[in-house]
């Protein structure tokens, strides 16, 4: 039987981190990851640039954090935003901030973040053992560590551990590997779990003009309501796509309108066109181009102040639009939502193994000695914009140290 102080399951964000901290301790450490390459889904964070943390403050960080952002403060104190950029800066990875705080690569490049973890792990002496897959996950009979059934390109192994990190991820993108594997384990030990639904994901309208596919729309509002009720109100851009509005403010406010959905509740959004601008200022300035231009159709009027390919759909969405209620057209454009993104490209996993069965000061099961989380697979989530991969960074971090104690 093959045997390892320490195995971690699961060669994702959150695996690899751990990976990293464990590397040169005085033990046997060993990552087992079931596909071919490790951080597949690292590699296509941020459009394939990876978005690392945000460098917000903890009082606004915890903002995007959800549900409970007081459990994650332990472990993003003891693993923040600036431990992140000091770690990589001293592993070799420069990086950057942008718009928003966001911080990426300074190369632009996920493939920099995996290899300059990957090099951590291997200077570090980690057992790095991919196409192994996990079949089953067992406490021993005597109680103290777990059996391991673990499916090779050459059989069936058996492996003993100490203690075991399950870093498996959740349901989103499962072409990479998220597949759920880790929310069975947990349901067999017991723990609690909070039903899954897919975060920053595509909401889809009842009725989208086709030809608004592929269009940017930046530096609008859009407000989400439930039921009638205003429940979120985000400025900045997203786009329109095959699946419906993505990207950017849409992504923000899908938690809240995924959630609704699934209640079997009214969901709607509204666009606001010109946030900056008053009705009275668009009246003006309608006035100004008609003064310009004496007898400037509505339709030429709208090129003068929307994206081209947006004025056929908005003319279409607004059928006997005149002039006089152009102000009240641009400031709300509403679009009733019927359904959500699937997890096949939702960014995100909300839900997973209950906090109430975790150690928020270590990420041990409650139920299970010797048995940790970390990332995705918790039910904690986070908004778009670096939010998760800290999340996975610092409860990885976070759950290594206290299995290394």
Known sequence: MNSANIIIIGGGAAGLMAAARLAGKAQRVVLLEKRERLGRKLLITGKGRCNLTNMRQWNEFQQHIHPDPNFFKNAFYAFSNQHLVDFLAASGLETKVERGERVFPFSDRSADVLDTLLQVIQDGGVEVLTNHQVEDLQIREEGAGFDLMVTTPKGCVQWFADRVLVATGGLSYPTTGSTGDGHRWAEGFQHPMVPCFPAITALRPFQMDPNLEGLLLTNVRMDLYVGGTLVQQEEGEFSFTELGMEGGIAFRVSRKAVRALINGEKVKVVLDLKPNLTKDQLFARIRREKTTQPGLKLRDLLRKMLPRQLVEPFLAAHPGLREEKLPDALKH??????????????????????????????????????????????????DTGGYNLQIAFSTAVMAAEAMAR
Do not use: M, Q
């Open 333 to 382: 454009w509403e679009f009733s939502i019927r359904e959500y993104g699937s997890y096949a490209r939702a960014v995100v996993t909300a839900g997973g193994v209950s906090l109430k069965s975790v150690s928020r000061k270590t990420l041990e099961s409650k139920i299970v000695p010797g048995l940790y989380f970390a990332g995705e697979i918790l039910d904690l989530d986070g």
